[in-house]
């Protein structure tokens, strides 16, 4: 739910771009689109519904402007933290409902060879705020077969305290400040007539309050374990505490290839995440565009990703986190957050583009998305299991 910067990079060359319309738009086009997408969860957890608006204009041959905004609307439960009670397989979860807004307005500025791209946006939520701004500049080699980018960008949120009767014990009482940093630098380069390779690195480092405030752990030494079985029980949970920094490292590789034999492209893209708090992640994206008719094209898609887990993640952990420190002591760091567990990740569907008219074109998609636990230990009833539907209108001009 959280919205962030995230840099652009050039897409294909003119000469792929070329092969590549109607099947893939030229970016440079002006355009307004209109996005909605639905997306729910299994067992009446998460829901999220959203409405999304985005434009592109050229003002002058050096100058054009793009905006977007977005509105989400969340409901549901998520798991918070604390296993099943013995005997059971349900984990308990937490209500929320909340509305987002958030959007950014990015000039684009060209001269000679060069491009830059500064961003500012803003995000709120009753329970986060967030301002960011970013520049990205990217500069034409070798005919423009070569592109060249690097980007910075910073982002300034803050942790509100959340009011309502949904609102966990020990929430957060004043607002916690949280900062990120990020550069990228990439390159893009045309392999052939019909081929573009795309090689991105980006460093970030976070800062501040880093926790979940709706997330909880069980510490062993805390109550009669005996209690658990008595009827009503409920663990205590008590605020997660993950540590104040993070620093992370992403390559990402995509490759697109375009068949003009069969009027179809395939895109494919390979992300490498690590961070100092243990995660290592691999992400594998594979799409196919085919013009299935003058004005169809379909694009089914596959993703798969997988993650090690954190170093202070655990379903529940010894000792208890008083002061003076019990024996055995509590650890430093802390977290039953599924998302940071061992876990792999599907995610599969298809996408329909109707091109109704040179300057139309109506999208209709589905996805299916499933999440597994891969430590044996983690309750399977965290992980959720979504469909996600989405529909969009793009006026071209």
């Known amino acids: ?18 092969f590549l319309l109607p099947l893939l738009r030229a970016q440079a086009e002006n355009h307004a689109d209109y996005r909605y997408e639905d997306y729910s969860e299994e067992g009446g957890r998460i829901h999220i519904q959203t409405h999304g608006l985005l434009f592109e204009q050229g003002l002058a041959s050096w100058l054009s402007l793009k905006g977007n905004y977005i509105y989400d609307g969340i409901s549901g439960a998520t798991p918070d933290g604390t296993p099943p009670l013995p005997g059971q397989d349900t984990v308990r979860k937490v209500n929320i409902t909340d509305i987002r807004r958030a959007g950014y307005v990015e000039p684009t500025i060209k001269w000679e060879n060069h491009t830059i791209s500064p961003q500012f946006s803003v995000s709120r939520e009753h329970d986060y705020e967030s301002l960011g701004v970013s520049l990205s500049h990217s500069i034409d080699l070798n005919e423009k077969n070569t592109t060249l980018t690097w980007g910075l960008s910073r982002a300034y949120d803050r942790v509100l305290p959340a009011l309502g009767e949904y609102t966990p014990d020990g929430a957060i009482k004043t607002p916690q400040h949280k900062d990120s940093t990020d550069f990228l630098v990439g390159i893009t380069q045309l392999l ?14 976070s800062q501040g309050y880093l926790s979940d405030p709706y997330k909880r752990v069980v510490f062993d030494g805390y109550g009669d374990p005996d209690d658990r079985y008595l009827p ?13 920094s993070k620093l992370r490292e992403v390559v990402y590789l995509s490759l697109q290839q375009a068949f003009p034999s069969v009027e179809g492209a395939l895109e494919t893209s390979y992300r490498f995440h690590h961070d100092d708090w243990g995660v290592i992640a691999n992400t594998i994206t594979l799409q196919w565009h085919q013009k299935a008719t003058k004005w169809v094209t379909l694009s089914p898609l596959f993703r798969f990703h997988t993650q090690s887990q954190a170093d202070f993640y655990a379903t529940h952990f010894p000792g208890v986190p008083d002061d003076p420190p019990s024996d055995p002591p509590a650890p430093e760091h802390y977290s039953a957050d599924y998302r940071l567990s061992e876990l792999v990740t599907y995610t599969y569907g298809i996408g329909v583009s109707l091109h109704l008219h040179e300057h139309v074109t109506v ?10 636990g891969k430590d044996h230990v983690t309750a399977a009833d965290m992980y959720p299991k979504a469909n996600a539907w989405t529909g969009g209108l793009s006026l071209w001009f």
Not at 2 to 10: A, T
Request: glycine share 10%; hydrophobic share 35%.
């Open 1 to 18: 739910m959280r919205y962030q910067n995230k840099f652009s990079v050039s897409g294909p060359s003119a000469a792929v771009g070329a």
């Open 192 to 205: 052939g007539p019909r081929t573009v390779l795309s090689i991105n690195l980006t460093v970030g480092y």
């Open 232 to 244: 009503g029980f409920q663990y205590t949970g008590f605020p997660e505490n993950r540590p104040e």
């Open 363 to 372: 999208e209709l998609a589905y996805k299916r998305y499933e999440m597994f």
